[in-house]
């Protein structure tokens, strides 16, 4: 049998072991978000070897979805890490057998400081799944490795089965883009989503007066290295030079040398203000086939020039 061959079979093996545990959740399931969404302490999850990497995943997803929540080594637990637990928290068991020594151990304390515990495993009928408050079944009928030994659709189970609680506590929270953004502000949907217009404008913005000569303009723009200008009459906006305006005043006009700003600028330039979010900016440009809008602040006065090429980087 090729690789190609053994990699369809465990996608396939897994996919319907998945298929199977959510085909039976049961109250159960609810118990469990209910009990996150009620707590006012955070989410404390633990688990040894394999079961442990998964639930360092699993914290890691309530964390950056709403849930606060953390990882705690079991067996570092008895060397101090207990002091982590509080009785408003809910604590998550991972062991795929029920019987591993370092979780089962850490529930007589969890007891005696009151807290909430759900176990992920594979048998509810183990020590651990009598022992705790809400029991979530992952059982598989095998692992998909051909011995039947190391954890392998078993850890996929558990882990589905954390993203399954994280998705229902998104929704049971009303957690938006703009939520997730808050919790990811390195990443580019945080940036587009928290940065302002104002973060990103180029606040020197060239200028001339509409009565400003065709080699005055050129020289502005030029100097400006925007492509464009934009024409003030004082304080007032009346127009902007891109330079396309400039290539296309030089086809339709002839004799150009005497030409105004007034007579080659576009009338009424797309604005925005500075407080809006970069992210409206570049949608607005790419909306209007524009690759610049000029930047108006509280008072709606010219305040800069946000252009998209700046705003595609974020």
Known sequence: MSSVDVGKRVFLAQGEALKLIGKNLDQSFDHAVDLIMKTS??????????????????????ASTGTPSFFVHPAEAFHGDLGMFAFEDVVILISYSGETEEVIRLVPSLKHFGVKVIALVGRPDSTLGRNVDVVLSVAVEREVCPNNLAPTTSTTATLAMGDALAVALIEKRDFKPVDFAVFHPGGSLGRSLLTKVQDVMHSVVPNVHPDSCLKDVIMVITQGGLGLSVVLDGEEIVGIITDGDLRRALFRKGEILNLRSKDIMSNKPLTILCSELVRRSEEKMLDSGVTALLVLDEFEKLAGIVKLQDVSRI
């Open 41 to 62: 302490g955070k989410v404390i999850v633990s688990g040894m070897g394999k079961s442990g990497i998964i639930g360092k995943k699993i914290a890691a997803t309530f």
